[in-house]
C-alpha cells in the first residue's frame, strides 16, 4: 500500500520528489489552446455572421476562457491546495462585483437630469 504525503496524493516511492504540475506536453497543449483561442477571438471580430452588439460579449467570452487556462496551468492553480482556491474565487468574486457597479453607473448615467 502506498503512503500518503502531507497533501493527501499518494507516493508511490518513499524518498523521491512527486511532481505536481503539468509536463512538457502539457504546457503546450495549454499554448496551443491559446493561440486557438486567440484566433477564435480575432476571427470572431471580423465575423460578419453575428450581429455587432455580440462581437464584445463573444471576445469576452473567449477572454475568460484564456484567462482561465493561465490561472489553472500556468500559475499551477490546479495543483495548489484548496485554499488557494478559495482565494482566487474570492478575487474572481470581487472583480465581478466592481464590474457589475461600473456598469450599473455607466448604463444609469443618461438617467440623471442636470
Do not use: C, N
Request: charged residues 10%; aromatic residues 14%.
Amino acid at each position: 500500500m502506498a503512503s500518503a504525503d502531507v497533501h493527501g496524493h499518494g507516493e508511490e516511492h518513499p524518498g523521491k520528489a512527486v511532481h505536481h504540475g503539468p509536463s512538457v506536453a502539457g504546457y503546450g497543449a495549454v499554448f496551443g489552446g491559446l493561440l486557438a483561442l486567440t484566433l477564435l477571438t480575432v476571427g470572431a471580430a471580423y465575423a460578419e455572421f453575428i450581429p455587432p452588439a455580440w462581437h464584445t460579449p463573444v471576445a469576452l467570452l473567449i477572454a475568460a476562457a484564456k484567462a482561465t487556462l493561465v490561472l489553472l496551468f500556468f500559475m499551477h492553480l490546479w495543483w495548489s491546495p484548496r485554499l488557494t482556491w478559495l482565494i482566487a474565487l474570492g478575487s474572481l468574486l470581487w472583480l465581478a462585483i466592481m464590474l457589475a457597479l461600473t456598469f450599473a453607473d455607466y448604463l444609469t448615467r443618461k438617467w440623471m437630469q442636470y
